[in-house]
T-cell receptor, first 110, second 113 residues
Framework: QKEVEQDPGPLSVPEGAIVSLNCTYS??????FMWYRQYSRKGPELLMY????GNKEDGRFTAQVDKSSKYISLFIRDSQPSDSATYLC??????????FGAGTILRVKS | EAQVTQNPRYLITVTGKKLTVTCSQN?????MSWYRQDPGLGLRQIYY???????DKGDVPEGYKVSRKEKRNFPLILESPSPNQTSLYFC????????????FGDGTRLSIL
């Protein structure tokens, strides 16, 4: 079993939809949780960074961490075609070594 | 502009021919790391470095070497490349403080024939 599980998709939604992306994990020692966005032929760029449990909001993006369920989510409101990318969840125990999910491909249709 | 720069961006080579992928960062970061990205497997850490002359194995170090002689540079060396090392490689750097995010380069696509 992988340490971090993420549905690879692809997930296809119409423009303006609310998108929900999720990851589950098995290591209860993870305490740093991140979401990265990766466009084709580019490196991952950090979208959201959360320490421990709770919610964090930044514009159209909301990250949620539920440590009791070992489950994290990223919500994208009013999705745009420019949001089409691969979304990677990543986690860390001590803040330096990252463990990544496989990534979810998102396509937002105009 | 703060950035992580990898070279080359693309390389096709043959089995057994030694190659080096360079990585340089201009942010004075202590921590640097190499990952490989394969379909369905996400990014997996190959090697990392906490500072100059301090390196350690990640999850998939077999067949790779690294060095960290200067703070800004962290080259990845494949002494005898094999086809199973065909992959997309990313270098990343961050400040050593635990709550700082990693910054990634734009990747190097290696094809080993």
């Amino acid at each position: 079993q992988k340490e971090v599980e993420q549905d690879p998709g692809p997930l296809s939604v119409p423009e303006g939809a609310i998108v929900s992306l999720n990851c589950t994990y098995s290591n209860s020692a993870f305490q740093y949780f991140m979401w990265y966005r990766q466009y084709s032929r580019k490196g991952p760029e950090l979208l959201m960074y959360t320490y421990s449990s709770g919610n964090k909001e930044d514009g159209r993006f909301t990250a949620q961490v539920d440590k009791s369920s070992k489950y994290i989510s990223l919500f994208i409101r009013d999705s745009q075609p420019s949001d089409s990318a691969t979304y990677l969840c990543a986690m860390s125990v001590e803040g330096n070594k990252l463990v990544f999910g496989a990534g979810t491909i998102l396509r937002v249709k105009s | 502009e703060a950035q992580v720069t990898q070279n080359p961006r693309y390389l096709i080579t043959v089995t057994g021919k030694k190659l080096t992928v360079t990585c340089s960062q201009n942010m004075n970061h202590e921590y640097m790391s190499w990952y490989r990205q394969d379909p369905g497997l996400g990014l997996r850490q190959i090697y990392y470095s906490m500072n100059v002359e301090v390196t350690d194995k990640g999850d998939v170090p077999e067949g790779y070497k690294v060095s960290r002689k200067e703070k800004r540079n962290f080259p990845l060396i494949l002494e005898s490349p094999s086809p199973n090392q065909t992959s997309l490689y990313f270098c990343a750097s961050k400040r050593i403080d635990s709550n700082q995010p990693q910054h990634f380069g734009d990747g190097t696509r290696l094809s080993i024939l």
